[in-house]
């Protein structure tokens, strides 16, 4: 009997919808030659709802997606007219929090015919992946505010990290820099020069756990600000950089630029021993809405990193090789629209290259 996954599907908000149904019908493509079979139940949770009803995200989905699901599929969150924060509070750090996917997995991949706007750099180049964490620092909300409204007025939002949540992200990612098996180094981006103690326990825990486990790995270490320069200057350095929240989340943005922009950007929070769920990074793009404009790859390449998490593998790398194809053979730019095609063509031409 072939192999079943059950998928929660969450367009959500803005151009959600539009590449999440090109990712839909790669995947239909993959499951045919592949032999596994997803079953996918769709969830309307997004700004449409929450202006409709007053409901976010209610934790009886949150239970059902833990108990009932494999993955859950993200188009987008974020809507013009709901204030910036409730959305991505209430659902996307929720789901992240409340399913532990303590890992974020963006792979930075310049695929080949994809114009990037670092100078004399090419995919040998420009290949790597940020695993960021992604339950902890300074996104737990740890802080607060005393004597609001004066100019007296405190505000604190404190970076907090535990033992654990460091050492299970590390070991991640010293896991995950084997099995590449590409330059075998690792790299911890931090700020230990400033941050003196997070990053100080960061930095112990990384060579302490590398030294004893993974002693074929090569550690390297970069200040966040340097790590900035050299994905710039240097990307060629790069195999897995490792990372705390905060930092994470600023340096896949420009990981995106050199990449080729928003259009191709994928990304998996990741629990290993739970519920993932695979987006593309670039947000809900609102002008673009509705339009058949919009770049699916992010979301294709994310429906790709969902098949290589859930075990099929071999099904993964098919997508990879069929998103280089069109991206090498036909499509002019990865920018909405100025790709030469519409965002259903393209979705098409992918699951025609599979
Ligand atoms: C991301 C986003 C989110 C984050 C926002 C929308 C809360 O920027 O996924 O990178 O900061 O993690
Ligand atoms: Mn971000």
Known sequence: MSKQYKIAVIPGDG????????????LKAAEEKFGFKLQTKTFDFGGERYLRTGEVLPDSAVKEFRRDFDAIYLGAIGHPDVKPGILERGILLKLRFDLDQYINLRPVKLYP???????NKGPEDIDYVVIRENTGGI?????GFSMKGTKHEIAIQSMVYNYHQVERC????????RKRARKNTLALCGKTNVLTYVYDLWERVFHDLGERE???????????????????????????????????????????????????AAGGNINPEGVSM???IGGSAPKYAGKNIINPLAAICAAGMMLEILGEEEAARAIEGAVSQVTSTRIKSLDAGK????????????????
Request: glycine share 14%; hydrophobic share 40%; charged share 20%.
């Open 113 to 119: 015919g994809v114009e990037t706007p670092v100078k």
């Open 170 to 177: 590390l070991r991640y990612a010293f896991e995950y820099t």
């Open 339 to 354: 790709m030469g095609y519409s965002t259903s063509q393209v979705g098409d031409m992918v699951a025609g290259a599979l």
């Open 15 to 26: 151009t959600g919808p539009e590449v999440i149904q090109e990712g839909l019908k790669v």
């Open 214 to 264: 993974y002693p074929e790995i090569k550690r390297d270490y970069y200040h966040v600000d340097a790590t900035c320069m050299w994905m710039i200057k240097n990307p060629e350095w790069f195999d897995v950089i490792v990372t705390g929240n905060m930092f994470g989340d600023i340096i896949t943005d420009l990981g995106a630029m050199t990449q080729g922009g928003m259009g191709i």
């Open 139 to 143: 996104y737990t909300g740890v802080g």
């Open 278 to 280: 695979f987006e593309p």
